[in-house]
């Protein structure tokens, strides 16, 4: 959550918004976070996991980073089975999705777990 916070950070103000849906036994969250910067162009969308890649140089002159906080948002994602995906119209901003199912914690004390 924090990288993709971070990436937001490089360029305008935007929102960022939480979904939680809540079970008897699991979470199922939704974080949204969205800017109103550069965007991404269409050429470079399909790269945009992919680690040390950036649109250009420029990119990264400019807005700082190396091009790694996004392959490491969504491997992190993924390692919990969740899913991240993103929608980005150049000249106007981006908007990255991830989503995860969380199973909650056991919240008997440790004396309870020890009863047979």
Same mark, same amino acid.
């Given at each position: 959550?924090?990288?993709?916070?971070?990436?937001?950070?490089?360029?305008?103000?935007?929102?960022?918004?939480?979904? &939680?849906?809540?079970?008897?036994?699991? #979470?199922?969250?939704?974080? @949204?976070?969205?800017?109103? +910067?550069? /965007? =991404?162009? *269409? %050429?470079?969308?399909?790269? &945009?996991?992919?680690?040390?890649?950036? #649109?250009?140089?420029?990119? @990264?002159?400019?807005?700082? +980073?190396? /091009? =790694?906080? *996004? %392959?490491?948002?969504?491997?992190?994602?993924?390692?919990?089975?969740?899913?991240?995906?993103?929608? @980005?119209?150049?000249?106007? +901003?981006?908007?990255?999705?991830?989503?995860?199912?969380?199973?909650?914690?056991?919240?008997?004390?440790?004396?309870?777990?020890?009863?047979?």
């Amino acid at each position: 959550f924090k990288l993709l916070l971070s990436n937001a950070e490089h360029s305008q103000p935007g929102t960022s918004e939480n979904c &939680v849906n809540d079970t008897s036994d699991t #979470v199922h969250l939704i974080v @949204s976070v969205e800017d109103t +910067g550069i /965007g =991404i162009p *269409l %050429s470079a969308q399909k790269h &945009v996991f992919v680690p040390f890649v950036q #649109v250009d140089s420029s990119t @990264s002159r400019k807005y700082g +980073g190396t /091009g =790694i906080g *996004l %392959s490491i948002s969504r491997c992190l994602v993924e390692l919990m089975g969740g899913q991240i995906d993103f929608v @980005s119209r150049p000249g106007v +901003g981006s908007t990255f999705t991830f989503n995860i199912v969380l199973k909650k914690a056991d919240t008997r004390s440790q004396e309870d777990l020890n009863q047979p």
